[in-house]
């Protein structure tokens, strides 16, 4: 079992199905096993990994001392004031210990879960496909860590500051609850750097030929709307600056995806032998238009001219009809 995990002892080439469902639960133990690894160290190491979480909240009280301390606003008197971080049941250290382990344990497990993923897909690939998918890999990975490192530095300090604002301003007391706090950082890098992916999946659609570049081009304005509303969903509270440096962030993301989208499909649909452009099947070939304008021609139904009988042949005669047979005449029946 042990070995298995560690190497595989048969090419992926050479495996059955029961063996692909096999390498697809080892894939998901190995996955596993670095989310554990790092939850434990995590664990062991409980003082620093708050300590490292709680970064923005000090941030949002000492904007100078932040490395983008430009993005940052002055903090209220109530927040510069607020002390430690408070929690009221036993239970609630619990979570934020284990908020801190899923933190890191994902950290940890995201390149891993790349590579594993990569490697169970590539035997279905080409070989020009296997080359392009370390790039898109690494593309990933890249995308999901600006996008947490994004709402580390930026998001969730000011929305620190934004949410102290409210609250002084409805004459409001907060205490800030540290479970409450840890899980808001940790959910907010993990959804952001997700959203931050989204770039890949368009193009990976526009590569499947499941969605055409020209398509999405046309639909910008639309797109422009969802992007706008997935980032009101994220951000706790969607004020204007943070929606729209995030908002233009995305979309911009999503024109160069539909640029990176023309360029692979148009290679794929030449290496493969078919138009370039995929709004060009739409169009029929020439060849198609004449030999239907013959069809067309041949097709029409050509009118029979009643057949008139000449001087020397005889009329048709015409059937005679036979009354029908009265009730209890049996003789129709011979």
Partial sequence: ???????????????????????????????????????VLALFFYQETPRILSLPLEWAK??????????????????????????????????????????????????????????FVGPALTEREKRGLVPFCGAALVLFLMGATLAFLWLSPM?????????????????????????????????????????????????????????????????????????AFITPIAEPISLLVMTGVLFGFYLVAIAVGFYVVRRKRIARGDKPNPEDDDLPDEDEDDDSDKDDGDDRPTRRKPVTPTDGSPAPVKPKSTPPPAEGDLSSLD
């Avoid at 190497?7 to 670095?34: C, G, Q, W, Y």
């Avoid at 001392?65 to 002055?74: D, E, H, K």
């Avoid at 934004?162 to 409001?172: N, P, R, S, T, V």
């Avoid at 999405?216 to 709307?225: A, I, N, P, Y």
């Fill in 1 to 39: 079992m042990l070995t298995s995990l560690i190497r595989r002892n048969k090419p992926r080439s050479e495996m059955s199905f029961l063996e692909h469902l096999d390498d697809l639960r080892i894939s998901m133990i190995r996955v596993a096993t670095v989310f554990g690894i790092g939850m």
């Fill in 62 to 119: 000492h904007p100078e001392t932040s490395p983008i301390a430009f993005a940052l606003s002055q903090p209220d008197p109530g927040l510069v004031n607020m002390g430690e971080l408070k929690e009221f049941t036993f239970m609630g250290v619990w979570k934020v210990l284990m908020y801190a382990a899923f933190g890191v344990g994902v950290a940890l497990a995201s390149p891993v879960f790349l590579y594993e993923t990569a490697r």
């Fill in 159 to 231: 929305s620190i500051q934004i949410w102290q604002h409210f609250a002084e301003g409805l004459k409001m007391e907060v205490t800030w609850q540290a479970s409450d706090y840890y899980s808001f950082v940790v959910m907010m890098c993990l959804l952001t750097g997700l959203t931050f992916q989204f770039p890949l999946a368009l193009i990976v659609l526009m590569w499947l030929e499941l969605v055409r570049p020209r398509t999405l081009l046309k639909s910008w304005r639309g797109m422009l709307v969802g992007i706008m509303v997935l980032v």
